[in-house]
């Protein structure tokens, strides 16, 4: 017989004579075990993140959650009870301090898992003291095109008492968000209000921006969270914008633009295109005067897309390069210019692997510009083309 016969047959004879095999136990902890709230004006409900940390080798479940007064767990509404924690994995949940008196308030929340107990020590601090209450706690000021500004205000009351307001700064986050005008140090008499402006200076890259505006009252931190969203400009809002677009799939076809004498794959900013996406021309450190690759397109038919706000008075020469795809199919490419917001052309060239088309050149003058097209074609360029099996 073998070996895992036996011990199959060993176990079997547990389970037969009554007594159940042994389970694993839940093993979890809080990390860290403690939540110090410190003094808060009664009315408001500061907020912290407690981690609950799996132990264990098997799943801990959330079987139940008591908190002790004054202190809410908002998650409890929105489906913690039933979460599963799978082993060496951690879960996060808010905890409130909402304090209704004065006075010290400490206690333990639990969580309840099987027949584990896994506690936290929570504390916090209730006093009468007069605070401003700021709304909204969350600011989102949606999609912006890159090069515009979106201003939105925060309304501050005095509640209890006379309030001032100090040092209100945006604390943590990305640079686009800027206070509008700068904060001054501010009284605000009680049952009252003032209003803070939060500008989003959309710049660079699309894409999400977050930060956070800290509004300090009286000893305790007001958190306001920003959120915003970079996106592309049309045309309308540059000085120059080139698309690009194909007729095949599983084809990479670039778009490149040059600076004056820069080869085609410069990499040392005289280029925008797949490799550089947004060298810095014009003036060091400005942003309005570089242009951007807002979209590298792989995949096929594109579109690609560069954009230039700001154009600094130069020639711009405008290549295509088909980069990558079967070596047997060719795919007729399409370049649109505007120039000042207008369309100035369409051109069209059928391209085979490894080709480049010289589009033609930009001459810009700071405030207007035409396009001289070229149509040279040269092959041989880099690339990656696959030759298909018959």
């Known amino acids: 017989m ?3 016969l036996l011990v199959m047959g060993a176990l079997c004879l547990v389970a037969c004579e009554g007594e159940p095999l042994t389970r694993l ?4 902890r809080f990390d860290p075990d403690q939540i110090g709230f410190g003094m808060v004006p009664i009315g408001l409900s500061p907020s912290r993140e407690a981690v609950l940390r799996n132990e264990g080798r098997v799943n801990l479940t959330v079987e139940d959650v ?14 913690l009870i039933g979460t599963i924690v799978a082993p060496n994995a951690d879960l996060s949940f808010n905890v409130e301090f909402a304090p209704t008196a004065e006075g010290l308030r400490r206690g333990t929340l639990s969580v309840i898992s099987g027949d584990r107990t896994i506690e936290l020590t929570v504390s916090g601090t209730g006093v009468f003291q007069p605070f401003a209450t700021c709304a909204p706690t969350v600011v989102d000021f949606g999609g912006v095109s890159r090069g515009q500004v979106a201003v939105q205000s925060i309304d501050c009351t005095a509640t209890g008492g006379d309030v001032e307001l100090q040092g209100v700064a945006i ?3 990305d640079a686009d968000f800027a206070l509008s005008p700068p904060f001054e140090p501010t009284l605000i008499p009680a ?3 003032t209003t803070i402006n939060v500008a989003f200076l959309a710049d660079g890259p699309p894409g999400a921006r977050s930060g956070q505006l800290t509004i300090p009252n009286n000893g305790f931190d007001s958190v306001i969270e920003l959120t915003g969203e970079v996106e592309i400009p049309p045309p309308s809002q540059n000085d120059i914008s080139v698309t690009l677009t194909w007729d095949t799939d599983e084809t990479d076809v670039d778009l490149h633009m040059l600076l004056p004498g820069a080869p085609l794959f410069d990499l040392e900013g005289g280029a925008v295109y ?5 060298p810095d021309w014009g003036i060091p450190g400005e942003t309005a005067d570089d242009p951007f690759l807002d979209i590298d397109d792989k995949d096929g038919r594109g579109p690609e897309q560069i954009n230039l706000r700001v154009g600094p008075p130069d020639q711009y020469e405008l290549w295509v390069h088909y980069f990558a795809g079967p070596a047997d199919r060719a795919t007729q490419a399409t370049v649109a210019i505007f120039l000042d917001g207008e369309l100035v052309g369409t051109y069209e ?6 080709r480049a088309w010289r589009v033609g050149t930009i001459d810009w003058d700071g405030d207007t510009g035409t396009f001289t097209p070229n149509g040279q074609t040269i092959s041989r360029m880099e690339g990656r083309c696959i030759r298909t099996q018959n």
């Open 2 to 4: 073998s070996k895992r």
């Open 25 to 28: 136990p839940v093993e979890g």
């Open 66 to 79: 008591i908190v002790p007064f004054d202190f809410v767990v908002p998650e409890i509404e929105d489906g």
């Open 171 to 173: 604390t943590d986050g």
């Open 191 to 193: 049952g009252t209000s």
């Open 274 to 278: 797949h490799f550089v996406t947004n």
């Open 349 to 354: 060239q059928r391209l085979e692997c490894k």
